[in-house]
């Protein structure tokens, strides 16, 4: 069945360091991308997304990178700050609407 | 103003007792899912209904029985509880799948445990 693997599973970096996450999804349908930002004890909330007619996308310090024949896509922040920490989740989805989510990375930033 | 909302935000019960989730959004949007995020923060989609009509219905007990009265709610009634079922659950709702795939708006959560 479809499924997302999310490496790593923890990421500690100093603060101004990059971080970067990376997934793997299964499903060859797949063509929407979207990466989850959850606080702790809050809601996930949307960060940036993908689809699959784009190999890059960038907002701000955020971007993320789409490799279709490999079936890889990645999350990089850049110049990280302590607002950062958090859990991340990547996922992907086919035009059926359902969205599988990769196992989450809980991202620390060290002052 | 809240776009989705979730009701009780906390819920302590007992094995074996029934309880509801319920879930509003005003977005105006034609899907809305539940999800279940265990100990370990894995999000998994349980439900999914599109205009009142079921669209995704995973692996998940009969004793989980979901509800949509209409497009802007959708509620989550769970028989005989157990142990497992302790867990947050998230509603969430997005435009249809109709229009494609679009972002999903997430409420606070309902942290349900069971005694």
């Known amino acids: 069945g479809e499924n997302v693997e999310q490496h790593p599973s923890t990421l500690s970096v100093q603060e101004g360091d990059s971080a970067v996450i990376k997934c793997t999804y299964s499903d060859s349908a797949s063509n929407y991308f979207p990466w989850y930002k959850q606080e702790l004890g809050k809601r996930p909330q949307l960060i940036i997304d993908?689809?699959?007619?784009?190999g890059e996308k960038k907002d701000q310090r955020i971007a993320v990178t789409l490799n279709k024949t490999a079936k890889h896509f990645s999350l990089h922040i850049t110049e990280t700050q302590p607002e950062d920490s958090a859990v991340y989740f990547c996922?992907?989805?086919?035009?059926?609407?359902?969205?599988?989510f990769g196992s989450g990375t809980r991202l620390s930033i060290r002052p | 103003d809240t776009a989705v909302s979730q009701t009780p935000k906390y819920l302590v019960t007992q094995m074996g007792n029934d309880k509801s989730i319920k879930c509003e959004q005003n977005l105006g949007h034609d899907t809305m899912y539940w999800y279940k995020q265990d100990s370990k923060k894995f999000l998994k989609i349980m439900f999914s209904?599109?205009?009142?009509?079921?669209?995704i219905n995973e692996t998940v007990p009969n004793r989980f029985s979901p509800k949509s009265p209409d497009k802007a709610h959708l509620n989550l009634h769970i028989n005989s509880l157990e142990l497992g079922d302790s867990a947050v659950y998230f509603c969430?709702?997005?435009?249809?799948?109709?229009?494609?795939?679009?972002?999903?708006?997430f409420g606070p959560g309902t942290r349900l445990t069971v005694t």
């Open positions: 993908i689809r699959s007619n784009v």
């Open positions: 209904y599109n205009n009142k009509e079921l669209i």
């Open positions: 969430a709702s997005s435009l249809g799948p109709g229009q494609g795939v679009y972002e999903q708006y």
């Open positions: 996922a992907a989805s086919n035009s059926a609407s359902k969205i599988i």
